[in-house]
């Protein structure tokens, strides 16, 4: 090969070579999409009964609360208090529902009457949750399931509050009524959900 002929296979070499560079110096880019939701939830703990602000009750166990005497010496009813409280939490828009199973304090069996004796006990139970509040009433009128709801539009976290009360004297039959002997009970249910 003679001189002439490898000095132009030498810039022809030197002309691909950097030709090739000059294209790899160019950015190139590719793009990931990521995306996630988060679904709707609500949750709630169980129940603590704050046993710092009571009146007339006489054991907590779990989230069961016993009144310590329904009745005075006159057989009418005692005045109680007492405040739960229930963890809770909701990610978006949501429904708060406190219901009574039995729409009051009734005797166990009900349906057992006599002439100017109650069987049945009225309360109210005030409920606060993210900045509303309602009142379930409970007033033993009849025996079955009352509830109270409240909406709330926006996310929450922190504690459902329940401020149960028994006036003085209250009963199903009127003001001052006495009580018939026996187990009164209800079940108050806190169920939250989002809309």
């Known amino acids: 090969m003679?001189?002439?002929?490898?000095?132009?296979?030498?810039?022809?070499?030197?002309?691909?070579?950097?030709?090739?560079?000059?294209?790899?110096?160019?950015?190139?880019?590719?793009?990931?999409?990521?995306?996630?939701?988060?679904?709707?939830k609500c949750t709630l703990a169980n129940p603590q009964i704050d046993l710092g602000q009571t009146t007339n009750i006489g054991q907590v166990s779990g989230s069961t609360v016993r009144i310590a005497d329904l009745s005075d010496d006159q057989m009418s009813t005692k005045v109680t208090d007492f405040t739960?409280?229930?963890?809770?939490?909701?990610?978006?828009?949501?429904?708060?529902?406190?219901?009574?199973?039995?729409?009051?304090?009734?005797?166990?069996p009900a349906g057992l009457r006599s002439n100017?004796?109650?069987?049945?006990?009225?309360?109210?139970?005030?409920?606060?949750?993210?900045?509303?509040?309602?009142?379930?009433?409970?007033?033993?009128?009849?025996?079955?399931?009352?509830?109270q709801t409240?909406?709330?539009?926006?996310?929450?976290?922190?504690?459902?509050?329940?401020?149960?009360?028994?006036d003085q004297s209250a009963t199903n039959v009127g003001v001052g009524a006495p009580l018939i002997a026996g187990t009164y009970d209800d079940t108050i249910r806190v169920t939250m959900g989002p809309l």
């Open 116 to 147: 100017g004796f109650a069987n049945g006990v009225p309360y109210r139970a005030t409920i606060s949750w993210g900045g509303e509040q309602a009142i379930l009433r409970a007033n033993a009128s009849g025996e079955g399931q009352v509830q």
């Open 2 to 40: 003679n001189r002439a002929s490898a000095r132009v296979l030498a810039i022809a070499v030197a002309i691909g070579s950097g030709g090739a560079a000059c294209a790899q110096s160019v950015p190139q880019s590719a793009t990931i999409a990521v995306t996630a939701s988060v679904d709707r």
């Open 150 to 166: 409240l909406s709330v539009d926006q996310p929450v976290g922190g504690s459902v509050q329940i401020q149960f009360h028994i």
């Open 84 to 108: 739960a409280e229930v963890a809770g939490m909701c990610n978006a828009s949501h429904q708060l529902t406190v219901s009574s199973d039995r729409g009051g304090l009734w005797r166990d």
